[in-house]
Every structure is written in structure tokens, then in C-alpha cells.
């Protein structure tokens, strides 16, 4: 019996499910011209040494892009394009675990920059599953691709509304119907562009709901200068500390920032000082020095 048409029967027995692999050699060898109306979106992933991007290096570049229409939904995919590069220093242990990729994979192995640069470059939109780990690396290591507009699908979707529980890439090309081999690069960008093209209860693409997310502009309330004894006020109220300009801050929509300010206001800086804020779009979004 065909193994399609046993997964068939067996999704139609009750109390079974059936989990397919997740094919990711498919594509077309160069992305075709977009027809008038479509965009280009280039799903990246990067493998590094660490956490940091002042300190750890990227060793390994993933991209794979598609066209895409007006509605959000995906028009043709290009295969996926993958490069390593030797980060000068001994790959971590747990690092080579969780991806294996080791020493003697990265010696000597270097990116092709205008390679990389051309691709990312000539998307209208770069998305990641987690953008504020990716971009930074990226935009440090390419500076070309800088003022490039991003998107994440780890922070800018309300995966629970569409249908899913959990955030985690495996977790959610599982219940998309898929499984694949996670923490290479190459393999989550295929997961990644499979999940963006999947329409949920909305009949609408996920991609289209990332993209109105992350078009919209938003304003950065950076709390510059609040009382130390608030910090648990703020982290309770969603804000992030960040250690490198020490202030917490959070995004929020232009909507509901009045009652925002009010409540900074009233409730951290009490007549001490105020908040700044900055309009922040897809271009300054995720980036180091937004």
C-alpha cells in the first residue's frame, strides 16, 4: 500500500494523527520576478557562538525566500541557501550538541558576503522566528543589510488566537501536521516558510497576519531614568530591561499610549521625570540601537 494512502486511512481512525516530514529541498533553484502586486520575504536563521554579538560569532547563514501577494499568501518559494563560516575559536560543547555543527565542519569555511547581501537585500521583508536574536548578528556581520524592514514570527503573533499552543518552531510545525530535524539553520527556515504559508481559522495566511503586525508603526516607551525601587512594577507591566543603555522599555501602539504615559506617571516616576518616546518602524525594529 502507498504510504500516502495509508497516512490517509490512518488520520481517518479516530484517536490518530499523522505527522509528515517536512520536505526541505523544495523550491525553485532562483525565486522568479515578481509580478506587479507581489513582494519578496527572505526567512533567515543564524547558528552562533553564543548570546552576545559584540562578543560571540555567527558561523552559520540560512535564507530561503518566496513572493508573495496583496492577501499574504505564498506565490512561489526558492530553495534554501545555507554557509558556514569558522568563528576563529573552538565551537561550545553544548552548542556543538544542540546543532552539530563542530570544528572541523567550520574550519577554513568562509560566507560568501555578496552572495548573502544580494538575497537578503532585494527582499522587502526579512523575517526570523526570533529577530531580536537574528538581526543584531546579521546586521553586525552585513552592514549593508541594515535599514533592511524585519519581522518576527516568534513575537509579533498571537499564536494562541491562530490556533496553536506554545511558540516554539518544533513545536509548532508540529501541530501544523509536520515534524523535521530543528537547530539547523537550512531546516528552519523550511520550517518556518511552511508554517507562514499555512491558512488558519481566519482563512487567511499566518504570513498575512505577521505582516499587518509588523507594518503597523508603534511607539518605544523607553522609562529612562525611573526609580530603581519600580523595576518590578515594570517587568510586571511587560517592560524589558536593557543592559546595555540600562532603562526598561516596551513597545505599544499609538492607540492606547496616553493611558500608558498616565500611567508611568502616576505610578513610577511620580513628578521624577518622564519617559521617552520613539516612533519605531519595521526598519528600526529588532535592531541593536533602536
Given at each position: 500500500m502507498e504510504s500516502d494512502e495509508l497516512a490517509r486511512r490512518l488520520e481517518a481512525m479516530p484517536g490518530y494523527r499523522v505527522l509528515r516530514a517536512l520536505n526541505v529541498d523544495i523550491g525553485d533553484a532562483e525565486l522568479p520576478i515578481p509580478a506587479p502586486g507581489q513582494r519578496i520575504a527572505a526567512v533567515v536563521d543564524t547558528e552562533t557562538t553564543g548570546l552576545d554579538p559584540d562578543v560571540d560569532r555567527t558561523v552559520e547563514v540560512a535564507i530561503q525566500r518566496f513572493t508573495f501577494d496583496r492577501a499574504g499568501q505564498?506565490?512561489?518559494?526558492?530553495?534554501?541557501?545555507?554557509?558556514?563560516?569558522?568563528?576563529?575559536?573552538?565551537m561550545p560543547e553544548r552548542l556543538t550538541a544542540l546543532t552539530g555543527l563542530t570544528d572541523a565542519d567550520l574550519a577554513g569555511q568562509r560566507f560568501d558576503d555578496a552572495a548573502i547581501v544580494k538575497l537578503i537585500g532585494e527582499a522587502d521583508f526579512v523575517i526570523a522566528h526570533n529577530a531580536a536574536f537574528d538581526r543584531p548578528f546579521l546586521d553586525l556581520r552585513f552592514p549593508p543589510l541594515r535599514r533592511l524592514p524585519w519581522a518576527c514570527s516568534l513575537s509579533q503573533l498571537d499564536w494562541l488566537a491562530l490556533g496553536f499552543d506554545g511558540r516554539s518552531l518544533g513545536h509548532l510545525l508540529l501541530q501544523g501536521g509536520w515534524f523535521?530535524?530543528?537547530?539547523?539553520?537550512?531546516?528552519?527556515v523550511a520550517a518556518l516558510t511552511a508554517l507562514l504559508g499555512l491558512k488558519v481559522a481566519s482563512d487567511r495566511t499566518i504570513l498575512s497576519h505577521l505582516l499587518e503586525r509588523a507594518e503597523a508603526a508603534s511607539i518605544r516607551i523607553e522609562a529612562v531614568g525611573a526609580p530603581f525601587d519600580a523595576k518590578d512594577l515594570l517587568k510586571g507591566a511587560g517592560y524589558r530591561w536593557d543592559a546595555r543603555r540600562r532603562f526598561w522599555w516596551r513597545e505599544a501602539e499609538e492607540v492606547g499610549l496616553p493611558s500608558e504615559v498616565d500611567w508611568l506617571e502616576q505610578n513610577v516616576y511620580r513628578g521624577r521625570g518622564r519617559a521617552n518616546l520613539r516612533p519605531i518602524t519595521a526598519r528600526e525594529r529588532f535592531a541593536r540601537d533602536t
Open positions: 505564498i506565490v512561489a518559494i526558492e530553495r534554501v541557501r545555507s554557509w558556514l563560516e569558522d568563528p576563529g575559536r573552538a523535521f530535524q530543528g537547530h539547523r539553520a537550512g531546516n528552519d
